[in-house]
């Protein structure tokens, strides 16, 4: 009741403030209290490039490149989307080359992936993370954008009903590697995490567990269906929610950091200007691992359509009308 | 122009990438070389063996039936053909909830692949062997099996392997996709371009279209050592007809 | 500050707690009830599958027919044309659709080229054999009538041809519709899109498959018509 009374003495003070056509152009908000959340539209940006965004090829992605489309067109862009371009090989080819203008890349991806960084050298750290990878990107022309509070990193899952079964209960990845039948144990992901540093050979190499590696294309069919053990999945998945599964914890911290930071070419970074640059930082703000889930959920679990749930984030958190 | 030029070294590099082991591109693992490629086109070639010869076992049969009695054109040709739009990797995906993944999955598939261009072809071949000829067999007293036995099956054998060949050059083709039921066919390195690099992808896809091209020559031959001498002799493609100056009446025969 | 913007001040995103739910389209079931209600986002995706299909189709046509016309003056040529279009269609399309990329990009120029490429053997092969298949006698008579060389092709040749070449764009356009749902490793949509984004849902495998196997009926009943409708001296029956 307090709580209630409380709340709408903050509201009604915060309506005293301020005044209606605020367009601070804010920089550093943070959330509340801040009048500028809803994108204008700016005439001017219509005249500007075209703007291309891009994304990999699995959900989380294509939700994401949606919300900064989507964003940018709420601010007056043009903007043309090319999501599902492929890997992340193909991805960066393809903003190197300028086929795309931006897309979202994880911070531990890209050192691994593009700048020749051994898993094991990558800072554990997300912000310094993070900044080696912005230097490593502003050497190719690329500008990496400031990093999402999330990280979509690997873990280990498994159904609860395997986990009393198979694992003894255990909850570490180093507890299950020393089992008795850790090397027959099962363990699907999708085909290049077989020879990836960050993903199976990251188990041989960190925990000395070889277990047996199951390509497959889905993430928790396999578990679900015993086409497999357990799997690699993501932090950030819908079906996390759903209270199956029970998660591995890698202790000894084997996977690095992989906050999302969106590289956009010199030029388009130019061409955005402060306006176009705060939007994107802006949309992304209330980006957290819930908020992630709950959009990766409406994707995987409800099926809709990634397009459809980024402009419901949009408008749900008063970004879009 | 760079674009050709950089192609030109992709492909010597594609050439390295068979020949020799490499790092992968992610860094960590060995991967290319001989030993792993050979491993990967053993399945390949095992996987597109055993589908073609289940595929020729189902429709060769039922094509000559069919083609002999006259009937179920529709069934033999149109169906068939709407059969191979259907796409491999919607297959996959469907049975794995029934099959999971593995060699099994992947067979069925290709069967399904396979079976159109041979079960057309032997439809056709059959059916179009000469009325005069099977009249003559029936007035010889020959009975119906030993008229599709001895007279229809011979004459067909050019358009059947025709059939063949192309289902064989599919099935070879599209063995690629076993990565997505997890059988590691020559399709691996192409698919998993993060560990293999434009390089890997190239250097399997080569060897693919050499082994497809090698299998097209090989059956092309087959096609010409049972093609009965007779028909050689009269350097028509396929079963002779020849009616007067009417147009005669084809039927389709499938490449 | 407008009443508005005190509500967007609260405005966040909606999460919904999710533990235990299962239902027909979380366990990817084959749903009706959300086929009914998502049957729109095959539409653009299957109006991208046509024109791929479409547009491959005629191109290859186009450039095989000519092909085969020239081959059919000049005999000799027959060989490496069909080695070298058959060299085409040993590419797996699965590495075709990642090898252009350097040349053509993404999207669907890439793709296009790609399917044509497929299409160019199957043409060549049945208008060649079509026109081999003429029989002596009629094109005797015909040039004892009087008729040229070209008068012999449009007038004899080809329509004693049509059925073989029909059959061959039928057979063209349905293998057509099957690879075309390859297209989106290419960034080039189509249903293969869709069937990417939810390979294990059944409800979505069902429609977008069967959404191809639909086109290629329709296209492949349409051109049986037009063999049908333009060769009505063969009306096709059994023996």
Redesign the interface.
Known sequence: MLALVAALALALTATACGDDDSDSGSSSDSGGGDSAKLIKDDPANAKKKTIVVGSKNFDEQYILGEIYAQALEAAGFKVEKKLNLGSEQIAYKALKSGQVDMYPEYTGTSLTSFFDVKTDDVPKEPDAAYELAKKDYAKEGIVAMPRTSFENTFRIATTKAKQKELLDGKTTVSEVAKLPNASKLSIAGFPECEQRSDCLQGLKNTYDWTPKFVSDEGKYQPIDKDRSDLGFVFSTDGELTLGKYAIIDDDKNLFPPYNISLGVRDSTYKELGKEGQDVILKVQKPLNEKAMQELNSRVSLDKQEPEKVAAAYLKESGFTK | MSTTIALLGDFGDAVQFIFQERESVGGGVQVGGPEELWGFAKTHLLVSLAAMLIASAISVPIGLYLGHKGKGEFLAISVSNVGRAVPAVVLVFFLVAYLGNGFLNITVVLVALAIPPILTNTYVGTAQVDRDIVDAARGMGMKSSQIVRQVRLPLAMPTIFAGIRTSAVSVLATATIGPYADVKTLGWPILTPQTYGFSGQLGAALLVALITLLADAGIGYLQHVVTPKGIKLAGEQGPTRRRLALPTRRREAAT | ??????????????????????NC??E?GFCPD?IAD?WQ?YQDPFVEHVVLTLVSVAAGFLIAFVLALIAHRRQWLIGPITAFT??L????????F??L???T???KTTAIVALTCYTL??IF??VT?GL??V?A??KD?ARGMGLTENQLLARVELP?AA??I???L??AT??T???A??A??A?AGGL??E???????????VV??GL??L???VL??MI?AVQRFTTP??R?S??
């Open positions: 500050m407008s009443p508005t913007d005190a509500v967007g001040l609260f405005a966040q995103l909606q999460t919904r707690d999710r533990t235990g739910e299962a389209v979380s990817d959300w998502n986002r058959g060299a269609y040993t590419i797996p399309s699965v590495a075709f990642f090898l990329q350097p040349f990009g993404l999207g053997l199957i092969r049945n054999t081999q298949a029989p006698e009629a008579a004693l059925p073989e029909l059959a061959g039928r057979i349905t293998t519709v099957g690879l749902a390859l989106f490793l960034g293969g899109a069937l990417d984004q939810q390979p294990y849902f059944k409800s979505n495998v977008a498959g191809c196997v086109l290629a009926a492949d009943v049986l001296w063969q096709a059994a023996s």
